[in-house]
């Protein structure tokens, strides 16, 4: 049986399982999730073996909330010989029409070797690796790897659930994760005043496009940030040059305030009004009920107190998906009241914890 793979946080399986079991159904992609708790990976499996590919094709894992990458698995190999597993693999790859996979020339443009974002799936970590290189050659040898990796064809992935158990499939240019694993790593920053400046980082690398984040981000800016204490996300915005409004009752980092570009408001973040009228970005990361900050940050919007806004959605610990599902449904159904368009994502991001990241960027 063919199915759709999900890499996701460890302890989300099943609200990325009800992502997919929805998304799937809606477009009558039918099938079962099978998940597991704290693996970090969920199936979908489907019905109709011929539909994979349209069904990876469905939609990008961006625009996706809590899948990190989706893969179409053809093969899965069990009681794997340890003393031939490049065999192993390649006789698998035999069974399968590679052109109907990748295309006229059945060529796939890159491999990767992966694993489970677990405690036990890191034990993995450097078998993967290394098994990688023999793989490498063997799949070149055989002419189904390009000679030189190509991001635009369709990229093979081997994900080991175990030593004795992997997944055989493939991912598409413009639908999958070009990150390891789907995770995108980013380094701390060692001046910045707290850990949470990544989360807003993340969302702005891998949320908003190039032209995005010039037209969002530029410089000279003004932006509010909501919760700002001690100024992890001010800093962010800080070091693109953006004169921030820091509004929280707790100090903001002197750092931060030194820069000239800070001011510290000691007030509550649902009754503050901008100082000017109107900001360019509104970022929040206030704990707080997601349906209650997702009607405030539509406050904004709808009454151009900003243009565009990036905030967190706190989650609870059972009902995710519906959760995210209800609070966005009833701020996209204030926005699309209006005239203007609007860009809007939401992801569950690496360096989120319980809670999902909304980018809205409007448009006209």
Sequence with gaps: ?????????????????????????????????????NTGFVHYNLYDNTSL????????????????QLIGVFATLNNIEKDDRVGQVLDALEDVSLEALTGAHGVFGAIDVEYPDTEDGKTLAKFCRK????????????????????????????????FETCYIGYSLSGYRSN??????RLKFPSDSPS???????????????????????????RAVDLGACPGGWTYQLVKREMYVEAIDNGAIADSLMSTG????????????????GRVDLLVCDMIEQ?????????????KHWATHAVFNLKLP??????????????????????????TVKVRHLYHDRDEVTVTIVRTS
Aim: glycine letters at 6%; a neutral charge; hydrophobic letters at 40%.
């Design 261 to 276: 570009l800070v001011e510290h408001h000691a007030a509550d973040g649902f009754t503050y009004r901008p100082q000017f």
């Design 290 to 302: 997601p349906d209650r900050v997702a009607k405030l940050m539509g406050d904004w919007l709808v």
């Design 53 to 68: 590919g349209n069904a990876l094709a469905l939609f990008a894992v961006s625009e996706s909330i809590f899948p990190r």
């Design 317 to 342: 610990m059972k009902r995710r998906y519906e959760t995210v599902i209800e609070a966005m449904s009833t701020l996209m159904t204030r926005l699309n009241a209006l005239d203007d368009a609007f």
């Design 1 to 37: 049986m063919t199915s759709i793979l999900a890499y996701c946080r460890p302890g989300y399986e099943n609200d990325t399982a009800n992502e997919l079991a929805t998304r799937y159904g809606e477009k009558e992609y039918f099938g079962y999730p099978v998940s597991k708790s």
């Design 131 to 162: 098994f990688t290189v023999p793989l490498r050659q063997a799949l070149r040898k055989k002419g189904w790897l390009s000679p030189k990796e190509n991001e635009v064809k369709p990229k093979l992935h081997v994900f080991f659930e175990s």
């Design 195 to 221: 850990r949470s400046t990544l989360k807003l980082e993340d969302a702005l690398v891998n949320m908003l496009s190039a032209n995005e984040q010039r037209e969002v981000l530029r410089a000279g800016g």
């Design 179 to 184: 990150d390891h694993l789907g995770i995108c």
